[in-house]
């Protein structure tokens, strides 16, 4: 890979422009869609939305950051005109059409689903929702700010924050080995020479749609903000009813936590014949005690996922919700497995006990699958919010204002399904092997930054 070779030879994002203009006419398709509501524009928004997305390619973090690439020869290739300041940058994106910006994450999706690097929608295709807290502050807020009082030791204090939630598409794909199902125990099988060999009891992949060699991608479909005076739940009603007008078919089965076992949210998704399975640990709901009221008497089956030994209880068809619209299944997982310490090379024991009431009956979906589903829930953890602030800087506020932080934070999406794309599909094995995503970012950002020397610090 002639990336690593040298610094004059770095032409990550060269290629990667290139590749996203090829699967997804990038510039056509997705981005000279995009609008905004500035009465004269003198800059293209193409130019802002382009810039945008190479900021989050490169992590670099801030407005004033892409401003000193504005030399960057590769803009010169790509943009219909010279960069913009970082002023212009945040005033058009608080103008700018958040639902264009949709429409081009769902031409990406698209694209990828034509490529069959998603799988058909015989399987089962899933999405995760869940909030996430971004923007907290005492002093600066905007008008789509949410608001709470903090006790503090020095009196009360109004602090604003922005929280949104987020839908993930999730899938499992196997790479480069086949997968067996064994239901006798519950366990899952994977094997990689000779059917019914347990090599590992891995989290079973969806159905198959995609060629076997294609490793898995993760897509960041849409957010919606919450809004003032409105609980999470009801933002993620509202997203999900956007996300299934708009992707009808792309998934069967919504994940979420805890918050989310409301009997208007499972009627919700049980009007479009969406399944949910989601974390039940309020104990004081009578599905609770009526299943934990069995687990003393009803033995459990033995499983295993990954490492770690399992007794599993599941219980289908409880009436104990009346207020959902049909009966609903809890499976538990309590999980046991050992840790060597680093610091006595000791080992201890870990448990931990999980239950989930869902919709999904136990002709569609195993115990085995439940609870793996279960545990998948945090994929929008792991693989969205963590990365999302702690690499890809998505949480900075580049300009306070409610339509442009929306705006950003698309494009943030939008930048993130492309890299994760062009990473799983374009990049060779080997040419990943022994590197990170971040190190490939770094690499962007040692592009961008290369050929913009000023001239009076040229030797
Ligand atoms: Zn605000």
Known sequence: MDAIEGAKTVTVLRRLVAWSEKIFDLSAAVVAPVTD??????????????????????????????????RA???????????????????????????????????IYESLKRNKALPDTQGMGIAVVDGHE???SYLQHCSG?????????????????????????LWWLPSFEAFTWNSGIGGYHRSKHSPGTVVSTEYPPMLPGAPASRAPIRLLLDHEPQRPGEDEVAAAMRLLERVIHAYPRAFDLVLADGLYLTAPFFNFLLAPRK????????????????????????????????????????FPDLLSWPQVNRAVRVVRSLETWSVRRQLDKRE?????????????SAAQTSTAWAVGFGHQRWDIENHAFNELVSQWQADHVFKPEPN????????????YNIFHAFWALSLKPQAKRGTTQSFWATLICAELHGRAIPGFLSP
């Open 73 to 107: 020869s590769c803009w010169k290739k790509w943009l219909p005109a010279p960069t913009c300041s970082a002023d212009t940058m945040g005033r058009v994106h608080a103008l700018m059409d958040a639902g264009e910006l949709r429409q081009g994450i769902h031409h």
């Open 404 to 415: 442009a932080m929306e705006c950003f934070l698309l494009v943030a999406f939008l930048a």
């Open 348 to 360: 201890s024991i870990q448990t931990s006990d999980w239950i989930w009431a869902t919709t999904l």
């Open 37 to 70: 509501r500035r009465l004269q524009p003198r800059i293209p928004t193409a130019v802002v939305v382009k810039s945008s997305i190479v900021m989050f390619w490169a992590r670099l973090g801030s407005l004033n950051a892409l401003g000193l690439t504005s």
């Open 275 to 314: 399944h949910l399975l989601v974390v039940l640990k309020d104990e004081r709901r009578n599905l609770y005690k009526d299943a934990a009221g069995m687990f003393d008497f009803i033995a459990p089956q033995q499983g295993t996922r990954g490492s770690r030994d399992c007794l599993w209880w599941d």
């Open 145 to 169: 700010c949410l608001e709470r009082t903090m006790h503090l030791e020095t009196g009360d204090r109004i602090q604003f924050y922005h929280r949104q939630v987020t839908l993930m598409l």
């Open 134 to 136: 971004s923007h907290t």
